[in-house]
Every structure is written in structure tokens, then in C-alpha cells.
């Protein structure tokens, strides 16, 4: 995980993916947050140009440590609790370069998610390789793309996230 989340040489950088339609959640918001980020930086996602190029209801939240944020587990848990008190629907952790419509949550990509269900953590490469961590995407993107269709109605009419990309190496390692 070290060599996924500390790309730009000076921070590690947890990205989270938060649907938050009523703008509740906030890098300000955050700032103070108990995992004590360097800094957070927030940036509004908008839809796929050929279905809605306008505000997706997700906002992508950089959370900047100048060290590794140790036990990783627990700093997961603690912004995602964080973010759902202030009112985020659903989130997920993605490495960078990951964020791609068509599939959200690829499990190579995806290693964090938080659904009605609850938080499921897979920072191990172990745990983003197993069937296990696909079958919680899966489940998870059917979520997901039913909010985002709440926001931007014809997106799975457009075919995203139309289907899971089982056919995806996780062995590949991140695309980011």
C-alpha cells in the first residue's frame, strides 16, 4: 500500500469518493478530523459529458498526510465515520487515477468502501485479490449507481455501470 499512497513524493495521500448530493461534507468540515490529515483537498466530480455534464453529486476528498497514516485501518475507519456523520451517502477509497464512470469500483483500484451495509476494508493486495473483495464491489455498485441514477437519471441507460469487470487482473496492481 506504501508505494500506492505515496505518489507525489512529499505526503501519503488517501483519496476518498464520497456521494453527497446535499454538499454536507467538506474538506473545511474535515479538516480537524481525528485522523489529522496535513490537509484536505476537495474536488467536485461531474457526470459522464454524454449523459450529464453537470455536478455527479460526488466529490473527491484528498486527505494529505506528511506521514504514513499508521495503523491504516484505523485512519480509514475514522474519516469514514467522519464523513458519514456530516451526511455522506456512500463512499469509497480509490487509489489515484482510478476514478473512471463505466466501473467505480474495480477491485484492484477500490480499496475501501462504506454502503448502507456497512465499512469493508481491503488494504492488503491479499484482500483486493480475493473473490470475497469482488462479491463486496459488486454488491457495492449496484449501490452506487442507483444514487448516482437519482442525480443523473440515464446513466445505465448510457451502460455505466452496466457491469462488473470481473475480467480485471488485480495482480496488475492499481491503474493509478
Known amino acids: 500500500m506504501r508505494e500506492y499512497l505515496g505518489w507525489d513524493d512529499k505526503h501519503w495521500i488517501l483519496i476518498a469518493f464520497v456521494f453527497d448530493v446535499g454538499g454536507r461534507v467538506t474538506a473545511d468540515r474535515l479538516a480537524a478530523s481525528a485522523s489529522s490529515p496535513d490537509r484536505v483537498e476537495p474536488y467536485v466530480l461531474y457526470g459522464p459529458t454524454d449523459v450529464a455534464d453537470?455536478?455527479?453529486?460526488?466529490?473527491?476528498?484528498?486527505?494529505?498526510?506528511?506521514?504514513?497514516?499508521?495503523?491504516?485501518?484505523?485512519?480509514i475507519q475514522t474519516i469514514s465515520s467522519e464523513i458519514l456523520a456530516l451526511g455522506g451517502q456512500f463512499l469509497w477509497f480509490g487509489f489515484e487515477g482510478s476514478f473512471q464512470y463505466e466501473n467505480l469500483l474495480v477491485a484492484r483500484d477500490v480499496y475501501a468502501v462504506s454502503?448502507?451495509?456497512?465499512?469493508?476494508?481491503?488494504?492488503?493486495?491479499?484482500?483486493?485479490?480475493?473473490?470475497r473483495w469482488e462479491s463486496t464491489l459488486a454488491g457495492a455498485s449496484v449501490e452506487i449507481y442507483a444514487l448516482l441514477e437519482g442525480v443523473m437519471p440515464g446513466l445505465a441507460a448510457a451502460g455505466y455501470g452496466t457491469t462488473v469487470p470481473s475480467s480485471v487482473n488485480p495482480a496488475d496492481g492499481p491503474i493509478g
Open 54 to 75: 453537470k455536478p455527479s453529486g460526488i466529490i473527491e476528498l484528498d486527505f494529505y498526510f506528511s506521514t504514513f497514516p499508521a495503523p491504516l485501518d484505523q485512519t
Open 115 to 131: 454502503t448502507s451495509e456497512g465499512l469493508a476494508i481491503a488494504s492488503t493486495e491479499e484482500k483486493r485479490r480475493s473473490a
